[in-house]
């Protein structure tokens, strides 16, 4: 039996935007749109061209995907010709192949918040749609509000999308912007506007969270007809979010009926990446991963009661409904480290360190890290950090220098013109080869600006090491990220550092410690060994 | 038309504690029970007496509730009767009016897991559900595996359940204990099951979150039949969680058809608590609540695009399912730069800050929050920080004190052990009442342990503020984040501070800096003005 095609659309950079407290800057949006384009998504759409200096810059910067890379806008206003609104205008202007525009089926929305006559509107549609058409790009039509609307008035609802399928929509997404319609009705509706002739392969579906019924609705218009699917990684989007495509996507290639009927664009090898591209998001917008996410949570396969642990340890298919190596994902049992043993010499020599099965430091590595975990440390992305770990516990971590002490300062007082200043100093004593050497740098830069405590720090630690400080010239701190955890029955601050080198090395390490200064200084300690062992060692 | 009766099962206490990082103490479970007892739910189940020593002392403990208490346990093992099987005894010494028992459904685990023959299992079900009602209790039946059981052998699943049906079990729980079980399925299998003879009303539904679903499929299970819906608080539970109860009671008490089809326990005042019920268990757990949940999440009626913003601005209806105030949540308009004078107006008038239409001072504040975005400020969530902002330009904030300018010293060195401790110390100069006060604060706790530089100033700050300070001692801080940002040309160190107080209340603020000191001290300042607003002025 020949599967039929599913499509996925993307909308993390536009609707995932709206989460509250999520601003990206072009160069995550950037890093995101390659991650999506990774995993196989059909559609990306990237933002409002015009909208916000970020959308654009990021279309003007956008990157060649296999995706179809889309941008979003609205119907053209009431009293203007398409090619006479400016704001459409600057929608085309990206010049992306496909473009997404969210126009009113609710009567409603259409009369009260537009003000304007239901004729009028349905003229809006196909006029902007014709448009695109005419320009040649792929039209998408998002029907706005489209399942109150259909309870409303479902003539003029269907009238509207009509509308732009008449005039040459490629794909008309059913919107339920506000969230609130529940699956049963989502099925029903869907089927509804397929019996009324407008064809299933046509029909995208597009719903949020708010009654946690997102990923449900998504696919009971699937089962109704609907093939086009919009979502968003991670469930982001205003409100509750988004349809989560990171749960979907593992639905739809390994869940029945759904891995028989359909195909889409994301190959299972792709799929196991899923987890690391979840992860990697909540990185940039520095949240806490959700433990307790489908599939891609930490918590997703871990095994807490007794009687299901001991089963698993049997046979997994037990307590598992998938294998979570599918999506990337790992079990967690309790007091199981077989399995944690052998992925761990893959992971070692992945960084070049071959080891021995038989090893007793593998079971001294993996407790290790089992108890600075619990002590509130992360190596899901502080890889440095852990290759130094694993290499202190396999001998082979050179001692190059040892730290005495040090003491940061910081000040904030009013300078002689009466204006608030700050200014940070700090003392570094470190002993390398026999010789004790004391360092002191403040953290003002060039331009006069002072620059903080860590900065003061980390110029004090490398202006002089000895031997080694010629290495450590084209050493920078790029990125920097801080979050309270849980460490033991305490909260401590996880401090995650970038840094990259001029030969274009990349590398994170993590520090931990209920002082900041102190976990940003344990992290400035590794990043500084991870690059002596390549550059030195 | 008469409503059916729809019964709620809570099993927070329960499957709730297989959460991942979750351990009640006795404590915490008396008062999640009188929080469950006051939402009107029909049945707590408690714990597992016998299997750990809190689950033993809650049902010592228990207090009177019009719920009905339930204990949890499994049914006997093969080989003995009920009457001798000490685990079975245990539970039923809890003397609980109801009794809930797991037991196996899905012929693999039988055989497998077990070892023991169809009919063995069958004959433990019957004569473990006689035992309970022979001892006059109400008989749950918590039908393990069953979704699966179904598919891999439908007679036998029907035949186990219809042992427990016959033995007077009161309710038959249709598990799907692994979680992998889709919507579509569970509401065929569910039609199933009462086509074969069992009564929907002697049905419940027990789901997990797995694919994201577990709302959706307890859903579909009602719309087949079924009469009780099992689930917890805030969706917790082993792996990805069980059904979400704090999303379900909403949407059987508001939503169509539930809403007029079905009668619950919960009155319409109860659901007003639902927000703060779900917001005290993360308390207790000591979590940050989801932002992004469904009814109760602080984002849940947020609206942020600026489309949006302006309509809700104009109606309420038109970007919202439900009105807030019926869980007993809020409506949050951000000030992204993306809204206008008219939100702004509406968000201050929220904030209990009337501000006339023609008030110049809505430009300026506007204004200030386009320049401070630009500087790295984010007001999503710092709501604090803005309203500080807009009394400043409304002339509404009184200026309590005035910092003159603070010390902070960082430290880390060899104690006389040769062991590596760490130190802060934080000098505050502040003038209150005309009045210079000098407070210094060490950043060590009550053990001994140093929690850092933005502990030793925020404790130096609120340590002297003259007739301020007696207002400041509840003031805690509970989550502290750090990111760098775009401010300006350069990198700046952005922290927002989510701080609470005796009260209940809980308000988050932003300070931005090139130094992560200084910005931490900006928003700490802010969060004591906050407080001192409320408490003071």
Redesign the interface.
Known sequence: MTRERLYLFDTTLRDGQ??????F?TDEKLTIARALDSLGIDHIEGGWPGA?PTDSAFFDAAPQTRATMTAFG?TKRNGMSAENDDVLAAVLNANTPAVCLVGKTHDF?VE??LGITLAENTDNIAKSVAHLVAQGREAIFDAEHFFDGYKANPDYALRAIRAAYDAGARWIALCD????T???DVGRITAAVIAAGIPGDHLGIHTH?????A??CA??AV?AGARQIQGTLN?LG????NA?LT?LIP?LLL?EPYASRFETGVPPEALENLTRISRMLDEIL?R?P??????V?????????GL?AS?IA??PT?????DPARVGNTR?IPMSNQAGQSNLRERLTGMGLAVDRADPALGRILDRIKTREAEGYSYDTAQASFELLAREELGQLPEFFDV???????????NKYDKMI?L?EAVVVVKVDGEKLLSVSE?MDETG???????ALSKALSKDLGRYSAHLEDLRLV??????T?GGT?AV?RVIIDSEDGQGRRWSTVGV??????AS?EALLDAIKWKLIRDVA
């Open positions: 709206q989460t509250q407290g999520v601003q800057s916000n609205m929305h009260t918040a912007t506000n969230g609130g529940l699956p049963a969270n708010d009654t946690e019924n990923v449900a696919l009971a089962d469930g205003e409100r509750c979010g989560n749960t639905i869940k520095n806490v959700q433990k307790q996410a489908a599939f949570g930490a918590s997703a396969f871990a095994h807490k009661a299901h089963a049997k046979d037990t307590y598992e409904h998938i967690i005495k002490r040090y003491r940061v300062t910081v000040e904030r007082r009013k700050s940070s953290s600006s002072d620059r903080g405590p860590v900065n990125d920097f990220k801080v979050r309270i849980q305490e601050t410690s209920a002082n900041i200064v102190d200084f």
